[in-house]
């Protein structure tokens, strides 16, 4: 099972960069998917996350209103599109698999990780 994270890069603040992800290895229709970064020096936080049936998605208040999740199952992908970016954005981000359905903030609760995609914001 793999998870591979593309899309990072270097954009200027209040620019846009859209972070894809694609599973290998079994069906991820089911899974929540959801997306984590960690900046230089910091824990890894959450960022967003989408139920399996698309109807459900959540976000950390840092990134309300500017980004937004999605996913398509037929292509076992999720995509992060971030609007707006600011130089408290640039991190290293994750995207990551649960099984369970229940949508969850804490990392520790994903079952499966991608390698990380750089994203670096400059002000």
């Known amino acids: 099972v793999q998870l591979q994270a593309s899309g990072g890069g270097l954009v200027q603040a209040g620019g846009s960069l859209r972070l894809s992800c694609v599973a290998s290895g079994r069906a991820f229709s089911s899974y929540v998917l959801g997306w984590f970064r960690q900046a230089p020096g910091k824990e890894r936080e959450f960022v967003a996350a989408i139920s399996w049936s698309r109807d459900n998605t959540y976000y950390d208040d840092s990134v309300k209103g500017r980004f937004t999740i999605s996913r398509d199952n037929a292509k076992n992908s999720v995509y992060l599109q971030m609007n707006s970016l600011k130089s408290e954005d640039t991190a290293v981000y994750y995207c990551?698999?649960?099984?369970?359905?229940?949508?969850?903030?804490?990392?520790?609760?994903?079952?499966?990780w991608g390698q990380g995609t750089l994203v670096t914001v400059s002000s």
């Open positions: 990551a698999a649960r099984q369970l359905r229940a949508i969850v903030v804490r990392d520790t609760m994903y079952d499966y």
